[in-house]
Every structure is written in C-alpha cells, then in structure tokens.
C-alpha cells in the first residue's frame, strides 16, 4: 500500500475508503446486504465497479469472503475492522440528514432498539466537553 | 444536483464529499488552509484536480471565497456545512488510528486546548447507551 500523505490517520482512511462505492457498499453491509446481487441492487452500480471495490475492500480486510451454507454464492462479510467504520457512516449519515434534506423531505433513518434516531454524534475533548475546529489542534509529526 | 440514492443520507453525503481529495482538502481547511497553494502544499495533489475540486467545494456550499486583505488573492474558507464536518474527519481520524498505523508508528495527532486527544467517537443509542450494527436499524423509506 502506498499512502498518499503516511503521517495523515485522516489521509490513511481515504486511501482505504475515500471512495463514494466503497462507503456505500460498507454502508449496506452494514444494513445487512452479503451477496454480490444483494450489493448491486442496493448501490446500482455497474458490475465491473462493484468487482473492483469488492476485492478491494476483502483486500484493505474490510471485507471477508466467505462461502455461503448452499455452498454456492460467495458471500461478503465485515470484519472487525470494518464494523468499525460505524462511527464514520453514522456521522457522514447525520451530516447528510443536516445538510442536504428540505425541511419535511424523506430520507431513511437509522433507529435503536426502542425505533428512536441516535443523537448526533459530537466530538468532545478530554474532559467531556464539546471540541470544535477552534478548539483543537492538529500536531504534525517531522 | 442528481443525487445516487436519494432517499439516503449517507449517500447525500458521499455524492458532495465522497472523494479523498474533498475530504482532505476540507481536512486541511480545519488546520488553516486557506490559500491555493496551501491546499497544493499539504495534499500534493495536482493543479488541475485541485482547481476542480476547490470549485466544486464552493458550488456545494462547504467552501466560500473570499478575497485576501491584500485584494490579491483568493482564500477559501469553510462555510457552516463545511465546519460541520468536523465529526465525520474525527471518525475519519480515529479509526485511521485504530487501523491503519504499526503500534507506536507515528502520526499526526488532534489534540484539546490542554494538548490531550480527543476520546473516540462512539455512537450512542437514544438512551445513552452504546450503540451498533447489532443494535441499530434503517428504516427505510417507500
């Protein structure tokens, strides 16, 4: 893996999902979707695209491979890894819901147990309190 | 604006910052670049792909122009939409972290006003609680 800046956890997860197929095919992993079909019904991208980002992802050991019980279809699986990403989704999610929706408009929604939405997820610095671009430093290595 | 999954905030999302230079450029904006050629100089990208997505970040209301107090230069700087990516870069960052780094490898760091990190971004069900995969669902729409 060559990484575009090394130093950069920020730049280092772009590498590895900073594509708009990638985040789309996690996010419906996420939602339950394993098979390629699965995959391709839910994102409608073009079959040669979702092969590529496929193999990328099980590459990058977002995905695992597996066997499904028929013996027959392959199917994709989230590792730990990227489970993980479930803050990222859920974040880009609540942006999304602030941003880009008119007052009123559907969009899905992602609900806990009791079919509430989760409260937005907000940075908070070392001491529990809200941290903001203003309130924050990046420290750069040499 | 032609949206991919309409119904689908993360998709929102994706369609107006899914791409690693957006995301970066956006990254460097919260660390104070302002200029064109701030932005070359911390991403490395080319001319020609920074140019377009500088416009298309403008057009997407993340970034507005501005004009330097010297009158000759052009300054980006993040709207309100932009800053609010501040949660989705941080998630972006943590699980770079978590991922994508050797223990003890260095990397760049976001710290507090008392230089300490910030805690990990975890999700939260409407309770309090920790929320996931296992415990959420998408609802969605017809």
Same mark, same amino acid.
């Given at each position: ?53 496929l193999r990328r992802l099980v590459d990058h050991?977002l995905l695992q491979r ?10 994709y $699986? &989230?590792? *730990? ?5 479930? /803050? ?7 942006? +999304?819901?602030?941003? @880009? ?7 899905? $929604? &992602?609900? *806990? ?5 989760? /409260? ?7 001491? +529990?309190?809200?941290? @903001? ?10």
């Open positions: 893996m060559t990484w575009t800046d090394p130093a950069c956890p920020v730049a280092r997860t772009l590498d590895l999902v900073g594509d708009r197929w990638c985040l789309l095919i996690i996010r419906d992993a996420m939602d339950g979707a394993r098979s390629f079909t699965d995959f391709q019904h839910r994102t409608g991208v073009a079959r040669n695209i979702l092969t590529d980002r050991g597996e066997t499904a019980k028929s013996g027959r279809r392959q199917m $699986v &989230l590792t *730990d890894a990227g489970r993980d990403l479930f /803050p990222v989704v859920v974040a880009m999610r609540q942006w +999304g819901e602030r941003h @880009t929706f008119a007052p009123g408009e559907a969009h899905s $929604v &992602l609900v *806990d147990e009791a079919g509430l939405p989760l /409260p937005d997820l907000r940075p908070t610095d070392s001491r +529990g309190n809200p941290a @903001t671009i203003d309130t924050t430093a990046v420290l750069h290595t040499d």
